[in-house]
Each structure stands twice: as C-alpha cells, then as structure tokens.
C-alpha cells in the first residue's frame, strides 16, 4: 500500500450524510482514503464500512480500542474480517495490550491491515496530565516514551500532531509511520484545531498520512479542496 496519502476524516453522523459527500468524488480517478470515527461506526454499525469499502475506498477505523488485552485481541479479530486498510489502539493501554492487538487483527493467512498507536491525545494538557492522571513528564516526553512502546509492541506507527512527527521519527526511524491531523490551508480557517500546520509543512516534517476533516468536508467545493490537499501534501 502506499505510505504517504491524505486521509479524509469523515465525521458525519449517519450514512445518508456519508454518502451524500461520497458522491461527490464519483468522478475522481483517485478515490480518497477515508476515516471512519466512533460517531459514524456506532451510528451505522459494520454495514457502513462494508458499502465504503464497496465503493473502492481505502478506509481507517479509528475506533481507538483500550481495555484488557484479552478482549482488545478478540476485538481486533472480528475487525481483522472487515477488510479495512488501518486501525488503532490506545498506547496507554500498555505494550503488551498492543501486542495483543496486533496479534487479533492478523489473518490466518499471515496480513493484516496497518495498526497504529494513538500517543497522547491533543485534547490532553500537561496541566491535568499532571493534576488528574499523576503523570509528570511533559507531553512531548510521553508521545516519544508512547512511540517507543508501540514500535517495541510491533506496530506500524502512531497518531501525533504534524509538529511531533520529526521527533517521533528520530525517536522510532524512518519507517515508522507518523499519521497526522491538525492539518490546515495556509489561508483556512482553523476552528477548534490548536497545532496545526499546512500540508507541504506536514509533508516537511516528516507526516506519513495526514487526516483532514473540515477543510474539506465543510469546503464550498470538497473536490477542489481535496485535490489541493493532495497537491500540496504528495506535490502530485
Ligand atoms: O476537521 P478536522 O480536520 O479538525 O478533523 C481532524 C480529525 O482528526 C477528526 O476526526 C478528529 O477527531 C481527529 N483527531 C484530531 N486530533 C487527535 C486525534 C484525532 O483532530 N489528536
């Protein structure tokens, strides 16, 4: 598979929304790689996946699975039947719960789909880091150490801000993938997004796959704003 693309959040709440926006690339030669989150999963249930992937996309669930490395391995194999191209755990679920992930979601015939790590979540400040979870190594201390566990567990890679992707790269190698979000058009509209950078500057510091949502699912025209996302991050 290809190891640089952009990957469209498609954050929608149902299947008529999804599809409504899926038509809209009907034409397109190269069909997006998309993101399937929690909101439309458990709205529309495995169904969903199965019609997108129909459809000739490549897809990331990110369902984001944390529990007992028992019932995360079981988890892993019933999405290991589903075909889809990457999926996630939390790295806070400990090395040997990755472990257990990585071996639920491998097919008896040996494949498997890409599976990456989520390090610390954006939404995470190192103020209740240390107030709530009595942790007190800054953030970018935690995303390398979480990084580290989640190559050691045998992992393809890791969710992290555009801006941490050099470092987890220097921390981890080249290969380890690096999938990003908090990505932005220089002259766009950051909404809630706090780190973010541009799709040639991901590209600079190292992003493999960038993740964008709204500065192309809310664009006035999704396609125009797909393909510049496409241009400026792979210079196609
Ligand atoms: O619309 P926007 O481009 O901000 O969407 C980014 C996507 O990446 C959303 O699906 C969001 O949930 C996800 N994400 C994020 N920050 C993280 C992890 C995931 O924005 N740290």
Known sequence: MQQHDVIIACDFKSAEDTFRF?????????????????????????AIVREIKRRGHRIFLDLKLHDIPNTVRKAMAVLS???????????????????????????????????IAVTQLTSTSEERMRRELLIDASIGETIVQYARNTREAGLDGVVCSPLEAGMVHEACGREFLTVTPGVR???????????????????????????????????????AAYRRCVREFLGE
């Open 81 to 115: 039947r589903f075909d889809v191209d990457m999926c996630n755990v939390h790295a806070a679920g400990t090395i040997e719960m990755m472990r257990a992930a990585r071996e639920g979601l491998t097919r008896p015939d040996g494949t498997r789909p890409l599976l």
């Open 22 to 46: 899926l038509d809209l690339f009907e034409e397109e030669a190269r069909k997006p790689f998309l993101k399937i989150g929690m909101e439309l999963y458990y709205a529309e249930g495995p």
């Open 185 to 223: 058009f220089a002259d766009g509209d950051v909404a809630d997004q706090v780190r973010v950078t541009t799709p040639a500057r991901a590209r600079e510091i190292g992003s493999d796959f960038i993740v964008v949502g709204r500065p192309i699912t809310a664009a006035a025209d999704p396609v």
